[in-house]
């Protein structure tokens, strides 16, 4: 089975500090791992994906996440937090050899202060 | 690209009501998904659909829930005989591959239910 486990429901930041958003997966099997980010009222976007190869990989607004095997985590970062990142941020996860359904964390809040 | 289109954006009902929520995915996908979300926690799987077929259920979708596609295009979300735990955000999603588990999975904006 496949789990995705985010660490810290909310993350409060400084405008222009660094976001570290935590993410650590359960998998038998060689994973899959996604970063969606949710706005306010809206649905799910997808930031980044890691699939086989560069195990950093850069998304969409700045964000980056690296691939630890050793670590079992995906943790997502962005250098220099702006207003316009405060959201809803979850990992998911998918393997191959079954459906390939995602499962996603419970998601982290982040707040961005002026 | 339209984008996923859920209808409606928000409904509330008196608890033993049914509702049906619409999904209209992005044309020519072949995968429907459906996930329920309450509040503080992430996406949970509830069905989905490879074309027309419904492949696969979860063992949140009670025997008052029922998913359809017909013609592998649009999809609805019944919920007969709403209970107040069934209150929560609804999201379809669709993606364009069948058998990859690398493509990206493209959601609508939900559909809130409250249950009174």
């Known amino acids: 089975a496949q789990s995705v486990t985010q660490l810290g429901s909310h993350v409060s930041v400084s405008e222009g500090a660094l976001v570290l958003l935590r993410c650590n997966y359960s998998?038998?099997?060689?994973?899959?791992l996604f970063w969606y980010v949710q706005y306010p009222n809206q649905g799910l976007q997808l930031l980044l994906k890691?699939?086989?190869?560069?195990?950093l990989v850069k998304g969409i607004n700045g964000f980056e996440a690296e691939f630890k095997k050793s670590e079992t985590s995906f943790h997502l970062t962005k250098p220099s937090a702006h207003m316009s990142d405060a959201a809803e941020y979850f990992c998911?996860?998918?393997?191959?050899?079954?459906?390939?359904?995602?499962?996603f964390g419970r998601g982290t809040s982040l707040i961005v202060h002026p | 690209d339209t984008g996923v289109s859920q209808d409606p954006r928000h409904k509330i009902t008196k608890r033993g009501q049914n509702v049906t929520f619409r999904c209209d995915p992005i044309?020519?996908?072949?995968?429907l998904y459906w996930y329920r979300q309450t509040l503080g926690q992430g996406p949970e799987f509830l069905t989905y659909?490879?074309?027309?077929?419904?492949?696969?259920k979860s063992r949140l979708l009670s025997d008052r829930f029922s998913a359809e596609r017909p013609k592998g295009s649009f999809s609805t979300l019944e919920i007969q005989r709403t209970e107040q735990g069934d209150s929560a955000m609804y999201l379809c999603?669709?993606?364009?591959?069948?058998?990859?588990?690398?493509?990206?999975?493209?959601f609508g904006n939900g559909t809130r239910l409250t249950v009174t």
């Open positions: 999603a669709s993606s364009l591959e069948a058998h990859s588990p690398i493509d990206t999975l493209h």
């Open positions: 998998s038998s099997v060689p994973p899959y």
């Open positions: 890691y699939t086989t190869g560069a195990t």
């Open positions: 998911a996860v998918r393997v191959s050899g079954g459906s390939y359904i995602p499962t």
């Open positions: 044309s020519e996908h072949n995968r």
């Open positions: 659909f490879q074309n027309e077929a419904q492949l696969e």
